[in-house]
C-alpha cells in the first residue's frame, strides 16, 4: 500500500510543488498550511510520515514538532526548511525530528531520506509488535496483554463499563509434557491459543501470560455473558482432541480451570482484577479443576 504523507508548510506554492512530486514519487499526499490544521489531521487519521516546515507566522515548526512526537504513535518527521543554520538542525533532531533537509531540495536526495524514514519506522513497529507477541502461540505476551487490558480499563471508567477478566490455567499440564515431550506441550499451547480465538469475540483481549496460563479480559459485559463465554470455552476444549503431527496415534486431552471476575468498581485496576482472578482461578483447581469459578 502506498504511503501517506503529510506536508506541513504555510508557503502556498511549496504545498503545491511537493504535492506534485510526491503524488508523482508514488506516494498519497495530504497537505496543511500550518500547525493547527496538520494536529487536526493527524488526530483524524494515520500517516506515514510527516514534512515539516520551520519557519511559520502562527505555531512555529519547533511547536508543531514538540506536538507531534508527543502524540501516542507519532509518524516520524523530517524538516523540511529553508534554514541552514546548524543551531535549526541540532534542535530539531533533538527534539524528535528523524531528519533534516534544506530548501530548495533535491527531489532524488529527498526521496532516498523519505524511504529511509519509512523504513526504520517499519522496522520499529515490526520490533515493537514483536515485543508485544507470544513466539509460539502468536497471541499476546503478558506485555501486550497488560498494555490493551489496561486501555480497556481506562475506557470503561470513562464510559461506566464493567470489564471482566479470566484467569485460565491447563489443568495438569506437567502430565501432557512428560507424556508427550516438550514439543508436544507446545502444540497443546497453540491450540488452546487457537480455540480462545474462536471462542471469544474480536473486541476480547487474550494473552499468554505465563506458561500455561492464559487471561481473557472483556470489554463490557455482564457476569452472565462472561461467564456463559468461559464455560463455552471450557466446553469446547474439554470436547476437543489434540493429535500431533509427530505422533499421529497419540491423542490429547485437556481441561482448563478458569477464574472469572467482573469490575464493579470503576477504580479497580487490572492488577487487582488479575489477583482477584487467579485467586478464583486456584479455587477452581481445589474444587476438582475443569471449571469456572466466580
Ligand atoms: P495444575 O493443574 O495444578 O495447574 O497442574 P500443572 O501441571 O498444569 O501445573 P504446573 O504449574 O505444575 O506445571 C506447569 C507446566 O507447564 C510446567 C512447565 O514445564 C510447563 N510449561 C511452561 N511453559 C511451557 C512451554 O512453553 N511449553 C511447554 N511444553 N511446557 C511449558
Ligand atoms: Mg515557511
Ligand atoms: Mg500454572
Ligand atoms: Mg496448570
Redesign the pocket.
Given at each position: 500500500m502506498n504511503s501517506t504523507i503529510l506536508v506541513i508548510d504555510d508557503a502556498k506554492d511549496t504545498l503545491m510543488l511537493l504535492e506534485f512530486d510526491l503524488i508523482e514519487a508514488g506516494y498519497k499526499v495530504l497537505t496543511a498550511n500550518g500547525g493547527e490544521q496538520a494536529l487536526e489531521i493527524l488526530n483524524r487519521q494515520a500517516v506515514d510520515l510527516v514534512l515539516l516546515d520551520l519557519h511559520m507566522p502562527k505555531m512555529s515548526g519547533m511547536e508543531v514538532l514538540a506536538n507531534i512526537t508527543a502524540l501516542e504513535t507519532a509518524p516520524p518527521v523530517i524538516m523540511l526548511s529553508a534554514s541552514d543554520d546548524e543551531n535549526d538542525v541540532v534542535k530539531t533532531l533533538d527534539v524528535g525530528a528523524e531528519d533534516y533537509v534544506t530548501k530548495p531540495y533535491v527531489a532524488k536526495v529527498l526521496y532516498a531520506r523519505i524511504r529511509n524514514a519509512l523504513r526504520l519506522k517499519e522496522k520499529t513497529q515490526e520490533l515493537e509488535a514483536l515485543l508485544r507477541t507470544d513466539s509460539?502461540t502468536h497471541i499476546n505476551n503478558r506485555v501486550g496483554y497488560e498494555e490493551l487490558a489496561t486501555k480497556v480499563i481506562s475506557h470503561a471508567k470513562r464510559n461506566k463499563h464493567r470489564t471482566a477478566i479470566a484467569m485460565l490455567?491447563?489443568?495438569?499440564?506437567?502430565?501432557v509434557?512428560d507424556t508427550h515431550g516438550?514439543?508436544?506441550?507446545?502444540v497443546v499451547?497453540v491450540e488452546f491459543a487457537k480455540l480462545l480465538i474462536s471462542c471469544f469475540r474480536d473486541y476480547d483481549v487474550i494473552g499468554r501470560i505465563?506458561?500455561?496460563e492464559f487471561a481473557v479480559c472483556m470489554p463490557n459485559v455482564r457476569l452472565e455473558t462472561a461467564l456463559a463465554a468461559c464455560e463455552r470455552f471450557r466446553e469446547s476444549l474439554a470436547q476437543l482432541t489434540i493429535s500431533l503431527p509427530d505422533d499421529p496415534d497419540a491423542t490429547i486431552n485437556i481441561t482448563v480451570?478458569i477464574g472469572l471476575i467482573v469490575s464493579n468498581d470503576p477504580d479497580s485496576m487490572l492488577d487487582d482484577l488479575m489477583r482477584e482472578a487467579d485467586k478464583l482461578m486456584y479455587r477452581a483447581?481445589s474444587a476438582g479443576?475443569n471449571q469456572t469459578v466466580t
Open positions: 509460539l490455567d491447563i489443568d495438569h499440564f506437567k502430565a509434557n516438550h514439543d508436544g506441550g507446545d499451547l505465563g506458561g500455561e480451570s483447581k479443576r
